[in-house]
């Protein structure tokens, strides 16, 4: 999944947001070495092959997405005995790797003894990993997302230390603490500094939102693999852009076609259900509200009363051509 020595860009795992449909999305960016999936829970039993193939449909299909992207499974949970057996189950559903969550601030998730509780136990890193290790084949790859701390940022040096001592083989850090949630700003350097100290694949992650902040990222970690999340659905010229940088791809991308995009995501969609339709209906209005706020379609405004999808795309060409005319003069 990771060569250490080969620079790699990845999607970020967002629960809600880069399921399957969009994870083939993204891999038809072409950008993209591999996406790791939304977390899946481990909670007061072990889950099941049957399980993780229905949470993660591309274990039926050698692991990838139809657009061929490679996925990594994520567990979360605080068990090692358990987190172990699932992530055996989830190699016997085809996992090729596992990524273990200590990053995700959700309150209940946290209650429940998972996500970013971890970072203020750093022995217990350090337990569930070598317990996922040792309960899984030797070529299926462990890695651990960890944020910076729950309220410190220095708490990752001893996390990050836990986990590789854990036999992690590499760590994705998305700088920020549980704390901040996702608030501004991002503390890159601590995570050059984990790479510096460690001499182990880090993957840098968090707040790239342009082409400068990847440079600056790259510039203050030192990294030669990163993550991306937002920032991708933000501007979707971003991964490509970032993946000429690293030399994984050459040309520079197109300008976005918005319209084309959003109508192949409600194809991957593809729920012809009443439901379904106000389900797709969401997340394209919740894909605007990134682009709008931190990318270029800024017409979420105009879209958001939108009832149908027929309506949204038909509010979303106006804009379009109303703003590309305003270009041109
Ligand atoms: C809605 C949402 C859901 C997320 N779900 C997960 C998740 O399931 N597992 C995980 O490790 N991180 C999750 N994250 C964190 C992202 O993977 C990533 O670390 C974070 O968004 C920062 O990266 P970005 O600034 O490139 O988006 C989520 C983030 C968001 C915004």
């Not at 057996?85 to 190699?91: G, P, Q, V």
């Not at 996992?95 to 022995?123: Q, Y």
């Not at 109508?263 to 012809?272: G, I, P, Q, S, T």
Request: one cysteine or more; proline letters at 7%; hydrophobic letters at 40%.
């Amino acid at each position: 999944m990771l060569n250490p020595l080969i620079p790699a860009l990845v999607v970020a795992p967002m629960d809600g947001i880069t399921d399957a449909p969009m994870r083939t999305l993204l891999g038809e960016f072409g950008a993209f070495t591999y996406a790791v999936s939304e977390f899946v829970r481990v909670s007061s039993v072990p889950l099941s092959a049957k399980a993780f193939r229905r949470a993660v449909p591309e274990l039926l299909a050698d692991g990838r997405t139809p657009s061929g992207l490679p996925v990594q499974i994520q567990i979360l949970g605080g068990d090692p005995e358990r987190m172990a057996l699932s992530a055996f189950e989830a190699c016997a559903a085809g996992a090729s790797a596992i990524d273990l969550n200590f990053g995700c601030p959700a309150p209940i998730v946290n209650r429940h003894d998972g996500g970013a509780s971890l970072l203020r136990h750093p022995a217990r890193i350090r337990e569930i990993v070598a317990a996922v290790r040792a309960a899984v084949p030797e070529p299926v790859a462990v890695s651990a997302k960890l944020r910076l701390g729950w309220d410190t940022t220095d708490s990752i040096d001893e996390n990050a230390a836990m986990a590789a001592e854990g036999g992690a083989s590499w760590l994705t850090i998305h700088a920020r603490t549980r704390v901040q949630g996702y608030r501004p700003p991002v503390y890159w350097p601590c995570i050059g500094k984990v790479r510096a100290d460690l001499g182990l694949p880090i993957i840098a992650n968090g707040d790239i939102w342009s082409i400068e902040d990847f440079r600056r990222c790259r510039d203050e970690t030192g990294c030669i693999h990163y993550m991306l999340g937002r920032g991708a659905l933000a501007d979707p010229t971003l991964p490509k852009r970032i993946a000429v940088e690293l030399g994984i791809r050459s040309g520079e991308p197109p300008q976005t076609d918005w319209v084309k995009l959003f109508e192949r995501f409600v194809e991957l969609m593809a729920d012809d259900s009443e439901r379904g339709r106000s389900r797709t209906l969401c997340r394209l209005k919740q894909w605007l509200l990134l682009s709008h706020e931190h990318g270029e379609l800024r017409c979420f405004h105009e879209l958001k009363r939108s009832k149908t999808l027929p309506e949204f795309f038909g509010g979303l060409v106006d804009w379009v051509e109303t703003t590309s005319s305003r270009q041109a003069v």
